[in-house]
């Protein structure tokens, strides 16, 4: 079965840094493109940040280019997101996703919280 297992989330001061991890099982990791998307309460979610199963592309929401970056390691099954430059409109829970367009599996989140 498929499972996506978020960790990494927590409290954090504005401009601080935190990073984000999902481990992936119950599917070949490597032929499937991965995300993260994140909504605030009261907010509409918003996707993130996408990779390509190789890796070799990114793409990110304008809200966040330039401060996040996503990765992945395919040998351990996990897709990252590092946040730097954080600003207390990031605070949401941040999902994990299986696809890019097509997001067909979600994590169970992760609240990530910025402030003073």
């Known amino acids: 079965q498929v499972q996506l297992v978020e960790s990494g989330g927590g409290l954090v001061q504005p401009g601080g840094s935190l990073r984000l991890s999902c481990r992936a099982s119950?599917?070949?990791?490597?032929?499937?493109?991965m995300g993260w998307s994140r909504q605030a309460p009261g907010k509409e979610r918003e996707l993130v940040a996408v990779?390509?199963?190789?890796?070799?592309?990114?793409t990110y929401a304008d809200s966040v280019k330039g401060r996040f970056t996503i990765s992945r390691d395919n040998s351990k099954n996990t897709v990252y997101l590092q946040m730097n430059s954080l600003k207390v409109e990031d605070t949401a829970v941040y999902y994990c996703?299986?696809?890019?367009?097509?997001?067909?599996?979600w994590g169970q989140g992760t609240q990530v919280t910025v402030s003073s």
């Open positions: 119950g599917f070949i990791f490597s032929t499937y493109s």
């Open positions: 990779i390509t199963n190789t890796g070799g592309t990114t």
């Open positions: 996703h299986r696809g890019a367009r097509f997001r067909d599996y």
